[in-house]
């Protein structure tokens, strides 16, 4: 019982490691969950009592669970059924490209991160490059809708600002769920958006099972009072004309609409108009076929330029 182990370095170094994670996990995580979930707390007391906005539980549900109800959703999973059934494949791998759609799609809102970071620096940077003015509003009719309803803004895209724009001038009343595109699934900015309640969507997929996951997610989302920014388009205008529309989204939205139903839906237009876009030189290019495409270098080069011309 008195003689001592030897261990090899390695092994020694392993099992600290194991016991630090060990001890992080079970003494440390729970106080920083605390703390941060108690700052969201009050983040979502003063936003009821300041802004008087109602953020829907639906947008306060954690991140797994929403993905855990919409796998196993009774649409999706007749769409699973039927997946295995056409391509000959076992339910279970069907099953986890399911899961895989479902952790791309769904947002993980953070009330704190929404409206302590995002207001803030779509304000900043609102102000900062342009002089927002807002041209028209009907307050009378926006005053009187219901505030239980299911709001969906209805938006001309002209710039990537637009996300800002919109973000900050709506923060008073409501916090906005955007649909975002591929392009903006990379590190750490994926990560960001869906703090900020957005989701991603893959614009031009194929695929019958990932389009009835996002159908599903976008239901979900309107029937639990979630407020959705669209826009119809698709992508931005090169020319400042509305480009044609693709009504997907709207599709999937009014598709499960019950007017019967104690929730209302209701579609607020937004026009966006600028003097000039910080992307006009590239959305103008692509309208010259003649040009050839840049590279990467390219791209990034001139946009730096333009960015040091501008400071």
Request: net charge positive; aromatic share 12%; hydrophobic share 45%.
């Amino acid at each position: 019982m008195n003689t001592s182990v030897t261990l090899p370095l390695w092994l020694a170094v392993l099992l600290w490691g194991l016991a630090g994670a060990a001890m992080v996990r079970i003494f440390l995580l729970p106080g920083v969950r605390w703390f941060f979930r108690r700052k969201m707390n009050r983040v979502i007391d003063e936003v009821n009592t300041r802004f008087n906005i109602e953020i829907p539980e639906f947008k306060l549900t954690r991140r797994q669970v929403l993905i855990e109800r919409l796998v196993h959703d009774e649409k999706v999973q007749a769409a699973i059924a039927q997946c295995a059934h056409e391509q000959h494949l076992p339910r279970v791998q069907v099953l986890q490209r399911v899961h895989g759609y479902a952790r791309e799609i769904v947002p993980s809102f953070n009330a704190y991160a929404y409206f302590r970071w995002g207001y803030r620096i779509a304000k900043f940077y609102a102000r900062w490059l342009y002089r927002v003015r807002l041209g028209y509003a009907d307050g009378a009719a926006l005053s009187a809708l219901n505030p239980h309803a299911s709001l969906v803004f209805v938006m001309n895209h002209r710039s990537n600002m637009d996300y800002l724009l919109v973000a900050f001038l709506a923060a008073e009343r409501t916090a906005l769920s955007y649909a975002v595109g591929e392009w903006a699934r990379v590190w750490p900015l994926q990560s960001l958006i869906r703090l900020m309640g957005a989701y991603f969507v893959r614009r031009n997929s194929g695929d019958p099972l990932y389009r009835t996951v996002l159908q599903r997610y976008v239901q979900m989302a309107v029937e639990g009072g979630v407020p959705q920014a669209v826009f119809p388009e698709g992508g931005l205008s090169a020319d400042g004309k509305l480009r044609a529309p693709k009504m997907g989204l709207l599709d999937y939205m009014l598709k499960t609409f019950n007017p019967t139903a104690g929730r209302d839906l209701v579609f607020i237009p937004v026009g966006i108009n600028y003097d000039r876009v910080l992307e006009d030189r590239t959305l103008l290019r692509k309208l010259d076929t003649t040009l050839p495409r840049r590279g990467l270098i390219g791209v990034i080069g001139t946009t730096l330029a333009f960015f040091v011309h501008n400071l």
